[in-house]
């Protein structure tokens, strides 16, 4: 390299540095993150793409966060207004894209000739149901468990629900009395009729080679659809999916990426994802994601089926406000709107913070897969 072409390089980058540095937004960005190291000691959050233990490294990275967060929200294929045909044909192109960069295309173009091997290890009576733990291969080199919980009597088959914890959660968190914001919605699905299965997807490593840790623990919500479709118990027509937070999102990944999904109900979580970067662990983003869509756009996949997201006014206001959900909402009834439903994308705001609010999930579910 000349003498001439390197200098011009290091001013190049001198440029970029300092600009990001002069950028009051990073610069706060930064300090908030380097301050908030020690509250992100939780194991689960080991995941997130800037970990900034030394201020060096993560004013480094700090450089890298911003220069890609500003080059990635592109959003190529944003949804707008269209006839419906025009409008499944972008859903399909958006589900192929996404699939394709979630690392997914040829698990789900293989899903009906991968066994699921099923083995139920535990069996427990609780009052008015039945709660297992069942084994079942996820792929051909994984197996996962689920929990599994029907009515006691059964007696015609039942609609079911994919519930999906929050971060730090498992799948037992939706039967605990301790975990007070998920308001046992487990336990009253079941008893309101419904047949509820649920994953451990909090994991924030990749499990197997030339995976992708979004695609990994949306593929074993997946396999959840396609193992409940194979229940007698169940009715294939009528199943919905449902979450808390990071499962608020999982549900929304579930719905917009499985047309088997008939209602979803996905609380604490609308927002865009300009407000994603601030102040979250980052396990959500993956390589690609922000070039194609925002949030808006993943759950204008799930149109027209019924979609009630919930979202608190005790929220905290730097997380997944009711100003921010509304904004999202407007930009989600673009395409109900083209497919003359714009009355199946609701929004549930609710008096709670990071929450369930569960009697309008209940309500929702009950009414939108009845028979
Ligand atoms: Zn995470």
Same mark, same amino acid.
């Given at each position: 390299?000349?003498?001439?072409?390197?200098?011009?390089?290091? !001013?190049?980058?001198?440029?970029?540095?300092?600009?990001?540095?002069?950028?009051?937004?990073?610069v706060k960005q930064y300090f908030r993150e380097v301050s908030r190291?020690?509250?992100? *000691?939780?194991?689960? %959050?080991?995941?997130?793409?800037?970990?900034?233990? %030394?201020?060096?490294?993560?004013?480094?990275?700090?450089?890298?966060?911003?220069?890609?967060?500003?080059?990635?929200?592109?959003?190529?294929? /944003?949804?707008?207004?269209?006839?419906?045909?025009?409008?499944?044909?972008?859903?399909?192109?958006?589900?192929?894209?996404?699939?394709?960069?979630?690392?997914?295309? @040829?698990?789900?173009?293989?899903?009906?000739?991968?066994?699921?091997? !099923? /083995?139920?290890?535990?069996?427990?009576?609780?009052?008015?149901?039945?709660?297992?733990?069942?084994?079942?291969?996820?792929?051909?080199?994984?197996?996962?468990?689920?929990?599994?919980?029907?009515?006691?009597?059964? @007696?015609?088959?039942?609609?079911?629900?994919?519930?999906?914890?929050?971060?730090?959660?498992?799948?037992?968190?939706?039967?605990?009395?301790?975990?007070?914001?998920?308001?046992?919605?487990?336990?009253?699905?079941? &008893?309101?009729? %419904?047949?509820?299965?649920?994953?451990?997807?909090?994991?924030?490593?990749?499990?197997?080679?030339?995976?992708?840790?979004?695609?990994?623990?949306? +593929?074993?919500?997946? &396999?959840?659809? *396609?193992?409940?479709?194979?229940?007698?118990?169940?009715?294939?027509?009528?199943?919905?999916?449902?979450?808390? *937070?990071?499962?608020?999102?999982? !549900?929304?990944?579930?719905?917009?990426?499985?047309? &088997?999904?008939?209602?979803?109900?996905?609380?604490?979580?609308?927002?865009?994802?300009?407000?994603?970067?601030q102040n979250?662990?980052?396990? +959500?983003? %993956?390589?690609?994601?922000?070039?194609?869509?925002?949030?808006?756009?993943?759950?204008?996949?799930?149109?027209? /089926?019924?979609?009630?997201?919930?979202?608190?006014?005790?929220?905290?206001?730097t997380?997944?406000?009711?100003?921010?959900? &509304?904004?999202?909402?407007?930009?989600?009834?673009?395409?109900?709107?083209?497919?003359?439903?714009?009355?199946? !994308?609701?929004?549930?705001?609710?008096?709670?913070?990071?929450?369930?609010?569960?009697?309008?999930?209940?309500?929702?579910? *009950?009414? /939108?897969?009845?028979?």
């Amino acid at each position: 390299m000349g003498n001439r072409t390197a200098r011009v390089a290091i !001013a190049f980058i001198m440029m970029i540095s300092i600009r990001c540095f002069l950028c009051p937004a990073h610069v706060k960005q930064y300090f908030r993150e380097v301050s908030r190291e020690a509250a992100w *000691s939780d194991s689960a %959050f080991y995941g997130r793409q800037f970990t900034m233990r %030394f201020p060096l490294t993560g004013a480094f990275q700090l450089i890298h966060h911003a220069s890609t967060a500003e080059a990635g929200a592109v959003r190529t294929m /944003r949804y707008t207004p269209r006839s419906p045909d025009a409008a499944r044909v972008w859903q399909q192109a958006v589900r192929n894209e996404l699939f394709e960069h979630l690392r997914l295309a @040829e698990l789900v173009q293989s899903r009906e000739s991968i066994p699921f091997e !099923a /083995r139920v290890t535990k069996t427990e009576k609780r009052d008015g149901f039945v709660l297992k733990d069942i084994q079942l291969r996820s792929t051909r080199g994984r197996l996962i468990t689920v929990a599994l919980a029907e009515p006691g009597r059964i @007696e015609h088959a039942l609609p079911a629900v994919v519930c999906v914890h929050g971060h730090g959660g498992n799948r037992f968190t939706p039967f605990d009395p301790g975990a007070r914001e998920y308001k046992l919605c487990g336990t009253k699905l079941v &008893r309101n009729g %419904f047949v509820v299965i649920w994953a451990d997807i909090g994991q924030h490593e990749v499990y197997e080679k030339g995976r992708a840790l979004m695609g990994e623990r949306l +593929w074993d919500l997946m &396999r959840c659809v *396609s193992y409940l479709e194979t229940l007698p118990a169940v009715d294939a027509k009528r199943i919905g999916c449902a979450g808390l *937070s990071f499962g608020g999102e999982m !549900a929304m990944w579930l719905a917009a990426m499985d047309e &088997r999904i008939e209602a979803t109900v996905s609380a604490g979580f609308l927002t865009l994802m300009d407000q994603m970067e601030q102040n979250h662990c980052m396990c +959500w983003k %993956f390589d690609g994601l922000r070039q194609l869509v925002d949030f808006p756009d993943i759950y204008s996949l799930v149109a027209p /089926r019924p979609l009630q997201c919930q979202n608190g006014l005790k929220e905290d206001s730097t997380q997944f406000t009711v100003p921010l959900a &509304r904004k999202a909402m407007e930009q989600i009834h673009v395409i109900y709107r083209d497919f003359g439903v714009v009355q199946n !994308a609701v929004l549930e705001v609710h008096d709670g913070g990071h929450e369930i609010a569960l009697e309008p999930l209940l309500t929702f579910l *009950s009414e /939108r897969l009845a028979k």
